[in-house]
T-cell receptor, first 116, second 117 residues
Framework: AQKITQTQPGMFVQEKEAVTLDCTYDTSDPSYGLFWYKQPSSGEMIFLIYQGSYDQQNATEGRYSLNFQKARKSANLVISASQLGDSAMYFCAMREGQTGANNLFFGTGTRLTVIP | ETGVTQTPRHLVMGMTNKKSLKCEQH?????MYWYKQSAKKPLELMFVYNFKEQTENNSVPSRFSPECPNSSHLFLHLHTLQPEDSALYLCASSPRGSGRGGTDTQYFGPGTRLTVL
């Protein structure tokens, strides 16, 4: 079974609007971490935001926030006030904590296009 | 020089060639990783090194041979590759690479776009 599922292959958003990118995960490990990365056309994966499974509050980093719903096993990324430079692929990833290893499991990504 | 760098950025090679990809991190991290990114597929972890020791080999064919001489440098030696090995190869590093809990965020380089003819 897929550990990370991103069901939106592509999304469009008007500049200055907010957009939500979906991510659901599957794990039986009570300790895990969730990450979002941005990959522009240049190829580099840029770390955006992290949410730990025991964190009480949703993570926020500037215009990025993570809508963490533990019971639903979802970790959606919300980008507020979209900018043209936000156009990129976005990947959700998970690290399971109990094994002690730092293997990241990635989803297939969502391509976001910001429209002027 | 900051972050994680990779060279070359683009590489075209024949199936009989031998080439190497290089990764260098300037973040003082202790763990380094190789990932393969093929079209329409999730990133695939290939190898993990912790304090220069290989801790993960994700069933990677032997035509890919990693080398980690120190915590700052990671190589991927390539020989007798197949056309299906064409992909973006990403290197990443993280502070510790193992241990329970914690963020231990991985930071990526820009990748090497490999084409095997």
């Amino acid at each position: 079974a897929q550990k990370i599922t991103q069901t939106q292959p592509g999304m469009f958003v008007q500049e200055k609007e907010a957009v939500t990118l979906d991510c659901t995960y599957d794990t039986s490990d009570p300790s895990y971490g969730l990450f979002w990365y941005k990959q522009p056309s240049s190829g580099e994966m840029i770390f955006l935001i992290y949410q730990g499974s025991y964190d009480q509050q949703n993570a926020t980093e500037g215009r990025y926030s993570l809508n963490f719903q533990k019971a639903r096993k979802s970790a959606n990324l919300v980008i507020s006030a979209s900018q043209l430079g936000d156009s990129a692929m976005y990947f959700c990833a998970m690290r399971e904590g109990q094994t002690g290893a730092n293997n990241l499991f990635f989803g297939t990504g969502t391509r976001l296009t910001v429209i002027p | 020089e900051t972050g994680v760098t990779q060279t070359p950025r683009h590489l075209v090679m024949g199936m009989t060639n031998k080439k190497s990809l290089k990764c260098e991190q300037h973040l003082g991290h202790n763990a380094m990783y190789w990932y393969k990114q093929s079209a329409k597929k999730p990133l695939e972890l290939m190898f993990v090194y912790n304090f220069k020791e290989q801790t993960e080999n994700n069933s990677v064919p032997s035509r890919f041979s990693p080398e980690c001489p120190n915590s700052s440098h990671l190589f991927l030696h390539l020989h007798t590759l197949q056309p299906e090995d064409s992909a973006l190869y990403l290197c990443a590093s993280s502070p510790r690479g193992s241990g329970r809990g914690g963020t231990d965020t991985q930071y990526f380089g820009p990748g090497t776009r490999l084409t095997v003819l």
